[in-house]
């Protein structure tokens, strides 16, 4: 929890980091937010003193205020591009909820909930190639306590160079560094999502993942394949390009998503957990830059569909999933553009399958209403299929 706490913290204090921040608009804010975040690390790092009915008082004045806050953040307007704007609103309702889940009483759950908080600042923080850029770490740092806890902050940081190699060190250093095998798995990932989302180094990721071939033998079959797989799809990225998303295109984008998508995105050809993660991730990225350097694009419905395909092939490894809001912009804004059809298809698919188990179907009624209401939208008529 502590760990998860701390990474909070960068995430309010530097959740814009991903885009040029502008002083006069988002830097108070946040600093505000990190604030009170530091003054909540004791009653956090601490189930007893977070639930002691004599802190109570303190811990709602300070959520509060965060989720304030958070909802005032809106207002800069480099928060307000396409898809940061999604990004931001699940921030701003997931403080909401977090304030309100304490209020009312639910106070475990209310400091579960932080931890969830991380898979929303990835999803922000890579939209946006760069060096590493990032702010002053080392007072958080002393509060970490193994190689791989600093490596994750590092990363919310961005940080990235100094990321890789704290988590080169868990990787390389397995078994005898007592790390476990969801940390080494992560630190792969999390290294695949730096050379291939944010740095897109296609050669670099290459080198550095035969690095872990060559330099550690202990690893698990299933690791070594996956390690393989990523090695080759980056060798697949690094000879087809990709176009460059400030200077191209809609024509040039449709033609490379196209590319890219024509075989399906899920990499069955390789023998790896997540086999299409380097593309999927490569793919992500281009789109990120492209929608969120030209806003006034009319590729912008199709992006959204695009986007809710990539993310739902990335769900519960990387990033919170935003595939259901993306899909509800598309449906919302665009609903006369041949996409939003799409996008409809795809958003009720998902919401099918999200109430589908060994016992069959069972959509509950609003969801239902839901399915029928969209698809009138859309189409005019009910043509949901739904009984």
Request: charged letters at 25%; aromatic letters at 10%; glycine letters at 6%.
């Amino acid at each position: 929890m502590k760990k998860y706490l701390i990474v909070l913290m960068l995430l309010v204090n530097g959740g814009v980091a991903a885009q040029e921040s502008t002083p006069a608009t988002v830097q108070p804010t946040m600093q505000k937010i990190f604030s009170n975040m530091q003054d909540l690390m004791p009653y956090m790092v601490s189930e007893e003193r977070f639930l002691d009915p004599e802190n109570e008082g303190y811990i709602s004045e300070k959520l509060k205020q965060s989720a304030v806050l958070v909802k005032n953040a809106k207002h800069a307007s480099q928060l307000n591009s396409p898809t940061l704007k999604i990004s931001r609103e699940v921030l701003e309702d997931h403080f909401s909820e977090v304030e309100r889940v304490f209020r009312v009483g639910n106070k475990s759950f209310a400091r579960s909930q932080l931890s969830s908080t991380v898979p929303i600042c990835m999803s922000c923080h890579t939209q946006s190639p760069s060096a590493s850029r990032h702010w002053e770490l080392a007072d958080l740092l002393k509060g970490t306590s193994n190689e791989f806890e600093k490596a994750e902050l590092l990363f919310m940081g961005r940080d990235f160079n100094s990321a890789l190699e704290l988590y080169n060190e868990v990787i390389l250093g397995f078994p005898e560094n007592d790390f476990s095998l969801i940390d080494v798995e992560k630190s792969l990932e999390r290294k695949v999502v730096i050379y291939a989302r944010v740095k897109r180094d296609f050669d670099g990721g290459i080198k550095d993942l035969e690095g872990d071939l060559n330099n550690n033998k202990n690893l698990p079959e299933y690791l070594t394949n996956s390690i393989k797989a990523w090695v080759s799809s980056f060798q697949i990225q690094e000879k087809q390009g990709y176009p460059d998303p400030v200077t191209s295109d809609d024509s040039a984008i449709e033609q490379y998503v196209e590319r890219e998508m024509k075989e399906g995105l899920s990499g069955d050809n390789f023998d790896a957990s997540n086999p299409g993660l380097v593309r999927n991730l490569t793919v992500s990225g281009v789109l990120y830059e492209y929608l969120n350097t030209h806003p006034q694009t009319t590729l912008e419905p199709e992006i959204l569909n695009w986007l809710a395909i990539l993310d739902n092939e990335l769900r519960d490894t990387l990033f919170y999933s935003l595939a259901d809001l993306y899909l509800k912009q598309c449906m919302s804004e665009f609903a006369a553009h041949p996409a939003a059809k799409k996008c409809y298809e795809q958003y009720k698919t998902i919401t099918i399958i999200s109430y589908s188990g060994s016992g069959g179907t069972h959509l509950p009624a609003d969801v239902t209403q839901e399915l029928r209401d969209w698809s009138i939208k859309i189409y005019g008529v009910d043509n949901s299929g739904i009984e």
